[in-house]
């Protein structure tokens, strides 16, 4: 990581496939073959009865040699599903929190990682499906109780999730116009990441703050990935922040 900083995006399911099998250690593995240093993931079971009881931030964590950071966008009685942000880096939880939601809750975290001695903040978050929910949240995540915040202006801000927004929508350009979308930067035809067998819809997303050069884009679609989620992870791949 001398050079370079991976960041990876990824919609799990559950650790649910495409082929209805749950698999924690098929997630595992298709995360460490990224070779990602940050890892946002949306769509984590913790306890819930229908995956086994099990803590999936925690487990693949673990089996990553990460710490991880969850945050349950939605909770009934002691089972938990949300999104975590994963690292052997340094690392300390910010905020986390609920975002305004017309269905189903959603939420988001926000990180501080030290990154070769710069502390660099990462975001991880899972929007809504409506469109005007959508709009509601980024204008919430925008403010000065999450990335608005003064305190971190003087900070890289690296912002991940599944958005369930596509370029053209307004959620996506309300986002675009404060941070850079790290797969506009290229110039290079930008694929798909949902559903995960047969692409068609770019709506999972990196966006970095001015100063963070991007090197790399790519969306892992090896036949473990098309089966391990119906989401395909997006890895950037950025120089070394500090």
């Given at each position: 990581?001398?050079?370079?900083?991976?960041?990876?995006?990824?919609?799990?399911?559950?650790?649910?496939?495409?082929?209805?099998?749950?698999?924690?250690?098929?997630?595992?593995?298709?995360?460490?073959?990224?070779?990602?240093?940050?890892?946002?993931?949306?769509?984590?079971?913790?306890?819930?009865?229908?995956?086994?009881?099990?803590?999936?931030?925690r487990?693949?964590?673990?089996?990553?040699?990460?710490?991880?950071?969850?945050?349950?966008?939605?909770?009934?009685?002691?089972?938990?599903?949300?999104?975590?942000?994963?690292?052997?880096?340094?690392m300390?939880?910010?905020?986390?929190?609920?975002?305004?939601?017309?269905?189903?809750?959603?939420?988001?975290?926000?990180?501080?990682?030290?990154?070769?001695?710069?502390?660099?903040?990462?975001?991880?978050?899972?929007?809504?499906?409506?469109?005007?929910?959508?709009i509601?949240?980024?204008?919430t995540?925008?403010?000065?109780?999450?990335?608005?915040?003064?305190?971190?202006?003087?900070?890289?801000?690296?912002?991940?999730?599944?958005?369930?927004?596509?370029?053209?929508?307004?959620?996506?350009?309300?986002?675009?116009?404060?941070?850079?979308?790290?797969?506009?930067?290229?110039?290079?035809?930008?694929?798909?990441?949902?559903?995960?067998?047969?692409?068609f819809?770019?709506?999972?997303?990196?966006?970095?703050?001015?100063?963070?050069?991007?090197?790399?884009?790519?969306?892992?679609?090896?036949?473990?990935?098309?089966?391990?989620?119906?989401?395909?992870?997006?890895l950037?791949?950025?120089?070394?922040?500090?």
């Open positions: 990581m001398e050079n370079e900083l991976r960041v990876l995006t990824y919609n799990v399911h559950s650790c649910v496939g495409t082929d209805r099998r749950l698999d924690l250690s098929r997630i595992a593995e298709v995360i460490a073959n990224t070779g990602a240093h940050i890892v946002a993931l949306q769509e984590l079971d913790v306890g819930r009865l229908r995956t086994g009881g099990v803590d999936q931030a487990q693949i964590a673990s089996e990553l040699r990460m710490d991880a950071h969850f945050h349950p966008a939605l909770t009934v009685a002691e089972e938990r599903y949300g999104d975590a942000i994963l690292s052997a880096l340094p300390r939880l910010l905020k986390a929190g609920p975002l305004p939601s017309a269905g189903e809750t959603r939420g988001a975290l926000l990180a501080e990682i030290e990154v070769s001695g710069k502390k660099t903040i990462v975001l991880n978050t899972h929007l809504g499906l409506r469109a005007g929910e959508r509601a949240q980024v204008a995540l925008l403010g000065e109780d999450w990335l608005g915040n003064a305190d971190l202006a003087a900070s890289p801000i690296i912002v991940c999730g599944d958005f369930n927004a596509v370029p053209s929508s307004t959620a996506y350009k309300m986002l675009a116009r404060r941070f850079t979308d790290a797969r506009s930067v290229l110039g290079k035809r930008q694929r798909a990441t949902y559903p995960s067998r047969m692409p819809l770019r709506i999972d997303h990196v966006f970095v703050s001015e100063g963070i050069k991007v090197r790399a884009v790519e969306v892992a679609n090896g036949a473990n990935e098309r089966r391990a989620s119906d989401h395909l992870p997006l950037v791949t950025l120089d070394a922040i500090g």
